[in-house]
């Protein structure tokens, strides 16, 4: 389960806390040395664990004592307070255009889960009322084209397409006509990955958002991956500019650092999770949630 390491450590810093019935300047610091050591050990970007560290301390030491809290659960609520805040502080939900359609491209690195997460974004997006057409613009993989195919077929949504040759920018471009004659209100461009970013992947994908101009950019990172997935969502903000980030693979046993530390890192918040392989495994994110589940 993700975040079970931090969570275990978190909860054996905070029952220390416990027998103590005013907590000294002592008592947090050592508290602050096991939450850093925990979070570091959890995969959190080191920057990102310093100035964590330091606001929690800060406002534990002095100030905010309540009468109906023990010491031990105003740092406890302190944290609470600080993790929600690190991971975007409430919900951020997708770019909707007041004129269909919506466009929304899917950018990420192969094996992300780019393709799949199209295909329960569409899903996602149909169970709200809307008429999404899928766009197969990884034109790099025959393999990627049909397992779009495949999904739309699954789901019963369609997928937009063109021959073989045909450029990605042009694809896009001629879904926004395609999806207006067809009723479509939200595009979802599954755009090519690569193994790694490679100058060539960003400029393609810089003509396709000029050219179609997305309400949402949305960049599917693994969990799994740790901190690789932060450096992937950094360079892929300052290339390109994102509007959200979707976490996969949250179902798995990642220790959950590039969960806590994406937001803070790119500015960019995480907007949907994948819990799982199946279609309907993809969940809104939402840090006050998140929060309470690590601290149990
Ligand atoms: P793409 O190359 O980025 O398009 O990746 P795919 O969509 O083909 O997904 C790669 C693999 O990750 C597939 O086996 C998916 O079933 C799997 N996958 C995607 N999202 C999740 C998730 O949230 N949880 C789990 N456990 N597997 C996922």
Redesign the pocket.
């Known amino acids: 389960m993700i975040f079970e390491g931090l969570s275990e450590r978190l909860q054996e810093t905070f029952k220390k806390l416990r027998g103590h019935g005013k907590l000294t300047e002592d008592d947090v610091n050592e508290a602050m040395r096991d939450v850093r050591m925990a979070l570091l050990e959890a995969d959190v970007n080191f920057k990102v664990v310093k100035d964590f560290v330091k606001k929690v301390k800060e406002r534990a030491i002095g100030q905010e004592v309540l009468e109906t809290l023990t010491p031990a659960q105003v740092v406890i609520k302190i944290v609470n307070e600080e993790l929600t805040a690190l991971m975007g502080g409430t919900q951020s939900k997708l770019n909707i255009s007041s004129v269909p359609p919506t466009i929304i491209m899917m950018v ?13 974004l569409a899903l996602s997006l149909r169970k709200q009322g809307k008429h999404p057409l899928l766009v197969a613009d ?1 034109i790099y ?1 025959p393999a ?1 084209v049909k ?1 779009l195919e495949v999904l739309g077929k699954q789901l019963d949504i369609p997928v937009f397409s063109m021959e073989a040759g045909t450029d990605a920018v042009t694809i896009a471009k001629e879904s926004v006509p395609y999806a207006n004659s067809h009723a479509a209100d939200v595009i979802i461009i ?1 755009t090519a ?1 690569r193994l790694h970013i490679n100058e060539e992947l960003m400029q393609e994908l810089t003509s396709i958002k000029s050219e179609v101009k997305p309400h949402e950019i949305l960049l ?1 990172v ?2 799994m991956t740790g901190q690789d997935a932060v450096n992937v969502a950094e360079s892929f903000n300052g290339s390109l500019g994102l509007d959200g980030i979707v976490m ?5 046993d990642a220790r959950g650092g590039a969960a806590l530390s994406v937001k803070a890192v790119t500015g960019c918040p995480i907007k949907f ?5 199946k279609l309907e ?2 969940e809104p994110f939402y840090p006050d949630r998140m929060a309470s589940r690590i601290l149990g």
Do not use: F, P
Request: charged fraction near 25%.
């Open positions: 990420g690195l192969q094996g992300a889960g780019k393709t799949t997460t199209a295909g329960k990884d993989r990627a397992q599954d990955g599917v693994d969990a996969t693979k949250m179902d798995g999770v994948g819990m799982g392989e495994a993809l």
